[in-house]
């Protein structure tokens, strides 16, 4: 299974664009095609940034989104610290991809990456859904997306029963 860390931005761009490559990529987390793993600062930081005014998210959508993610997810303690990201607030995603020995970093922000760490390569979410269409196509079938104004119901990764995904429903203002 591949294994990904995820930069705050698709988090956000998932939460705010439901079209988009980031949201495929948190699809295919929730349907457990894909792995991801996440640090004690990951998870918070995911927290502080959805909850900026700036994105008109609901608070409890934030927190069902934030737990939803933690469920889904492997928490790692990362042992080293790196100081290798342009930003130093990106270091602690390569420190938990390396914590991991996650395939990949997804990110909207290659430029403040190097291009790859160790075995981790530093992608865009476009990459890890393909950017053709028959990929992208195939992406989403697997993603187990919903049709536009329906996105608050989706199967859980065993298909057996809906998971409750308020958290990808932008809030009304």
């Known amino acids: 299974m591949i294994r990904v860390v995820l ?36 998870l918070e930081e995911y927290e502080g940034v959805l909850r900026r005014p700036k994105f008109a998210l609901d608070s409890r959508m934030v927190r069902k989104s934030v737990r939803l993610i933690c469920s889904v997810s492997r928490e790692v303690k ?18 938990c991809a390396q914590a991991a020995r996650a395939d990949y970093v997804v990110t909207g922000n290659k430029r403040h990456f190097p291009q790859s760490r160790r075995q981790t390569l530093i992608v865009n979410a476009g990459r890890i859904c393909g950017t053709d269409r028959a990929r992208a196509a ?36």
């Open 7 to 42: 930069d705050t931005n698709v988090v956000v761009s998932a939460h705010l664009n439901d079209e988009g490559y980031e949201r495929h990529v948190v699809d295919l987390v929730l349907a457990g095609k894909v792995r991801l793993y996440v640090s004690r600062a990951i």
């Open 78 to 95: 990362p042992q080293r610290e790196l100081n290798v990201t342009r930003d130093a607030a990106d270091n602690k995603f390569l420190e």
């Open 138 to 173: 195939k992406i989403a079938l697997l993603s187990l997306s919903t049709p536009p104004g329906n996105q608050s119901r989706y199967l859980s990764a065993s298909a057996t029963r809906p998971l409750e995904i308020n958290w990808l429903i932008r809030a009304k203002s």
